[in-house]
């Protein structure tokens, strides 16, 4: 079954930019996910070969790859090697607990949370923002565990923090592009519900060829509302601007800043290192940061890493950010060349 039609962006891009250094690509024609690359070899003939599938590509170790994948265990090693990742503890589902013979299920997050709210509850193993919620109560803590066990058995409870949210993409000791992540917002004008700027609001990703589907039904957005004393139907004034979900994340409608030439040396370093030392060559960090990224780092959270990096959103917020994302795929495909 295919997933989201934004997981398809890669394999065509890598189609049409192989050509540029004599490689070709070979898509698996049904669903166009998979792909495999050949390179030109020495003497014109074909070359070595590398393949993909969804964001995947033959550039990352294995083990670290599945390292990156459970946010648990990263922020561990992370932990060890004493970058600043946010606190926090994973809890099991029902089935899980009984599987490997431990109590920390639900009530027991429940009664890990009693003094902590508000929390952050996340998928050990999501991608995209999917099923992350900001809760503040124990109604909302087993409302948003309930909806991660239904596809995930292990979540992760964790600390609230705030500031900016930005992601770094490191290929090879290189910083290949960074853009700050705003969350789905709408601003009022005067006289149109929120679900009508919503409405307008997915009908500008449509005119723009961004495929993002926003979901005015998730429970996420009701309960930020809620936290504002707002609903659907409520009407804000010209020019007000309100957040409607507490992850940032472009499929669930946020929007993208590229801020890759702003970025202090510092936390260039910061990315380039933790690329390293979590034994990648390709890899998406995630940072929050309280205050700017173009300044001095003061006080920062390592959010998560990503061994497959999708930049499927961003890519379709307009020509620039497609330039970037194509230049970003060219020195990925040069970069396998080169290893292979």
């Given at each position: 079954m295919r997933k989201k039609k934004e997981s398809l962006v890669l394999a065509r891009l890598l189609?049409?930019?192989a050509p540029e250094i004599g490689a070709r690509v070979v898509l698996e024609p049904e669903w166009n996910i998979a792909g495999q690359i050949t390179f030109p070899g020495r003497t014109g003939k074909s070359g070595k070969r590398s393949y993909f599938r969804y964001n995947t590509?033959?550039?990352?170790?294995?083990?670290?790859?599945?390292?990156?994948?459970?946010?648990?265990?990263?922020?561990?090693?992370?932990?060890t090697m004493r970058y600043p990742t946010v606190p926090g503890k994973t809890f099991f589902s029902d089935e899980w607990?009984?599987?490997?013979?431990?109590?920390?299920?639900a009530g027991a997050a429940a009664r890990f949370a009693a003094s902590r709210y508000p929390l952050i509850v996340k998928p050990n193993s999501g991608s995209q923002g999917e099923g992350v919620a900001l809760v503040r109560d124990r109604k909302e803590l087993l409302?948003?565990?309930?909806?991660?066990?239904?596809y995930d058995r292990v979540a992760l409870v964790q600390k609230?923090?705030?500031?900016?949210?930005?992601?770094?993409v490191v290929l090879d000791k290189e910083i290949i592009s960074a853009y700050e992540r705003i969350a789905l917002n709408v601003v009022g004008d005067g006289h149109s519900s929120i679900l009508q700027l919503l409405k307008k609001k997915q009908r500008g990703f449509k005119a723009s060829n961004r495929d993002t589907r926003i979901n005015v039904k998730d429970p996420r957005i009701a309960a930020?509302?809620?936290?504002q004393k707002l609903t659907m139907r409520s009407v804000l004034e010209s020019g007000k601007k309100i957040f409607l979900l507490d992850n940032a994340n472009l499929s669930t409608g946020?929007?993208?800043?590229d801020v890759t030439g702003n970025i202090h040396p510092s936390f260039k370093k910061v990315a380039v290192n933790l690329t390293r030392d979590m034994a990648l060559r390709l890899c998406g960090v995630d940072l929050m940061v309280?205050?700017?990224?173009?300044?001095?780092?003061?006080?920062?959270?390592?959010?998560?890493?990503?061994?497959?990096?999708?930049?499927d959103h961003y890519v379709k917020g307009g020509r620039a950010q497609q330039k970037i994302v194509e230049n970003l795929y060219l020195k990925v495909l040069k970069s396998l060349a080169k290893r292979l």
């Open positions: 189609e049409r930019l590509l033959d550039l990352n170790p294995v083990g670290a790859s599945d390292i990156a994948k459970d946010k648990d265990y990263a922020n561990f090693f992370m932990r607990c009984g599987a490997i013979g431990s109590k920390r299920n409302r948003a565990l309930k909806q991660v066990f239904k609230y923090v705030r500031g900016r949210d930005y992601r770094i930020k509302l809620r936290s946020g929007d993208a800043l309280d205050g700017d990224i173009a300044t001095a780092p003061k006080k920062y959270w390592i959010l998560e890493i990503n061994a497959a990096p999708g930049l």
